[in-house]
């Protein structure tokens, strides 16, 4: 199976194996989507993360106990629904159908097709849409 994961490292975390160990103890494949660096204070990680789902659980649990936080998510944008006022804009820039309106002209977000290209961030005018890195 295949999961998208956001790490949050600490500066303690930082200069420590864990792809190594990732690959090593729990079989893991992995693809870094994004990754950020914050006034060299913490990190954060976009990963996809592939293998079995009990290898994965194992993976996530030994990064916790080392510190690194870690969040299951679908797609790394987020609407911000207070913020949204359905004009449809982010749907003619979202190339995979992600973003639809629906028969009465609401906004969807289909977070398990996002590619997080971003381009639906720039396209809102009204900000209602942020990236999670
Ligand atoms: S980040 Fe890209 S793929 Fe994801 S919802 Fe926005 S436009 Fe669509
Ligand atoms: S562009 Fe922004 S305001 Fe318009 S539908 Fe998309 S999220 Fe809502």
Same mark, same amino acid.
């Given at each position: ?69 870690? +969040? ?11 913020? =949204?006022?359905? *004009?449809?804009? &982010?749907?003619? %820039? #979202? ?5 639809? +309106? ?11 097709? =996002?590619?997080? *290209?971003?381009? &639906?961030?720039? %396209? #809102? ?9």
């Amino acid at each position: 199976m295949t999961k998208k994961i956001l790490l949050s490292f600490p500066q303690s975390a930082t200069g420590k194996p864990m792809a190594m160990e990732l690959i090593k103890t729990y079989n893991l494949d992995f693809n870094i989507l994004k990754a950020s660096i914050d006034d060299n204070v913490k990190g954060t990680l976009l990963l996809e993360i592939m293998g079995e789902e009990t290898d994965i659980n194992a993976g996530i649990v030994f990064l916790r106990q080392n510190q690194i936080g870690v +969040m299951e998510i679908q797609s790394v944008v987020e609407v911000n629904k207070e913020d =949204c006022v359905d *004009c449809g804009a &982010c749907t003619a %820039a #979202c190339m995979v159908n992600a973003l639809e +309106m629906d028969e009465n002209w609401e906004l969807i977000h289909h977070q398990d097709k =996002c590619l997080e *290209c971003m381009h &639906c961030v720039k %396209a #809102c005018p009204t900000r209602a849409i942020h990236a999670l890195i």
